[in-house]
């Protein structure tokens, strides 16, 4: 079974529309985060909740949009998407949010084309 | 931005040992040094962190250096399933998930 699964792993969409990218950890943590990574491949932490609540909110623009129904899911909403939203999007899991290991468990990515 | 600094690039002959190098001069003393790789297309991989001791564990070995100002990650017998971009990142233990990514170390593994 996948640990960190993301879906979906391609998403091709027009500029303006309305997307979103679900993820899933079946490995029990209590955190889960949503990394960018852009065209020079720099990765950069966007959000992080831990029990479903919000703890790490970078800088990111308001059209982005993160949803924690339970401690095993956290979903990405983008609204009125722009070309420079194209990336490759990582979800990721740990145990702990505020201590531990720091070992945190990414998915396979999802990569959004905006056209 | 990044506190560490790596070689952009390497090349290892498969079967030899990989040292990557990585300076991160103003590390504190509550932070950790953690290294994670990417390989083409996956999502990054946690590898190894430390503190001060050396480290290892059945992928790799962590050498700190004395003075923790650079450390280097080693892969006793690298594969070709090695190639990957490998990234040092200094991190406080209770800064949750917030790793800050450099550019890595693009490590070629060649026959």
């Known amino acids: 079974d996948t640990a960190v699964s993301q879906t979906p792993k391609y998403l091709v969409t027009q500029m303006g529309n309305d997307k979103s990218i679900k993820c899933e950890q079946n490995?029990?943590?209590?955190?889960m985060y949503w990394y960018k990574q852009d065209s020079k491949k720099f990765l950069k932490i966007m959000f992080s909740?831990?029990?479903?609540?919000?703890?790490i909110n970078e800088t990111v623009p308001n059209r982005f949009s993160p949803k924690s129904p339970d401690k095993a899911h956290l979903n990405l909403h983008i609204n009125s998407l722009e070309l420079g939203d194209s990336a490759v999007y990582f979800c990721a899991s740990s145990q702990v949010a505020g201590s531990g290991t720091g070992e945190l468990f990414f998915g396979e990515g999802s990569r959004l084309t905006v056209l | 931005d990044a506190k560490t600094t790596q070689p952009p690039s390497m090349d290892c002959a498969e079967g030899r040992a990989a040292n990557l190098p990585c300076n991160h001069s103003?590390?504190?003393?509550?932070?950790?040094v953690y290294w994670y790789r990417q390989i083409h297309s996956q999502g990054p991989q946690y590898i190894i962190h430390?503190?001060?001791n050396n480290e290892t564990n059945e992928m790799a070995s962590l050498i700190i250096t004395e003075d923790r100002k650079s450390s280097t990650l080693i892969l006793p017998h690298a594969t070709l399933r090695d190639t990957a971009v490998y990234y040092c990142i200094v991190r406080a233990y209770n800064q949750g998930g917030k790793l800050i990514f450099g550019q890595g170390t693009e490590l070629s593994v060649k026959p």
């Open positions: 490995l029990g943590h209590d955190t």
């Open positions: 909740y831990n029990n479903k609540e919000l703890i």
């Open positions: 430390g503190l001060k």
């Open positions: 103003t590390i504190s003393g509550n932070e950790y």
